[in-house]
């Protein structure tokens, strides 16, 4: 079974897709242009050789409520899902097939799995992109105002080191002791 779009693939309201094959055979690809969106849907595939899943979108695979299972009785079963972002909520994806390892891939930037979701395997290989770097920018020193910055105090000056409380303003300004101190709320 092969489903092609050039948008968002939606499988909803108890959608079933199952591929089945004896032999070789029961294989399941998704490639979607942007998103897949699964919610409270079944995705299966087995056979004796193959029983592999694909899913491909360059943007989202969200799975609410939904399961995604593949099993092999010989070689195959595989699972693999490759957008930058996949959500799974109350899903499981079960790489579990009757004792045989299914290899369940997720090539992903972000992976979000809630505590009642389940990925089920023992061969799993999940990248996960942590490269903080891409999404952090420099600090711009010229912001640095000199009046912007706490005056050390009289305590601070004549005694040396000592142990002190010190309330600040928004961006470091101290707080006017003349004037009441500001209601925050919690």
Do not use: W, Y
Request: net charge negative.
């Amino acid at each position: 079974i092969s489903i092609d779009s050039s948008r968002t693939v939606t499988l909803s309201s108890g959608a079933r897709l199952n591929a089945a094959a004896a032999g070789t055979g029961g294989n399941i690809t998704i490639n979607a242009g942007r998103s897949v969106q699964r919610r409270d849907s079944t995705i299966t595939a087995a056979a004796g050789n193959q029983g592999n899943i694909a899913i491909n979108a360059p943007h989202s695979v969200i799975v609410l409520n939904s399961t995604i299972t593949a099993q092999a009785q010989g070689t195959g079963g595989a699972i693999s899902i490759d957008p930058r972002f996949v959500v799974l909520n109350k899903s499981t994806i079960n790489g579990l097939a009757g004792g045989q390892d299914v290899l369940v891939t997720i090539n992903a930037d972000n992976l979000l799995v809630s505590n009642d979701s389940a990925i089920l395997t023992d061969r799993g290989v999940f990248s996960i992109d942590t490269d903080l770097a891409q999404g952090l920018v420099g600090f711009d020193l010229n912001l640095r105002a000199a009046n912007a910055k706490l005056q050390e105090s009289c305590d601070t000056r004549v005694f040396g080191d000592v142990s002190s409380f010190t309330l600040t303003g928004a961006g470091g300004v101290s707080l006017d002791p003349a004037r009441p101190m500001p209601i925050v709320a919690p």
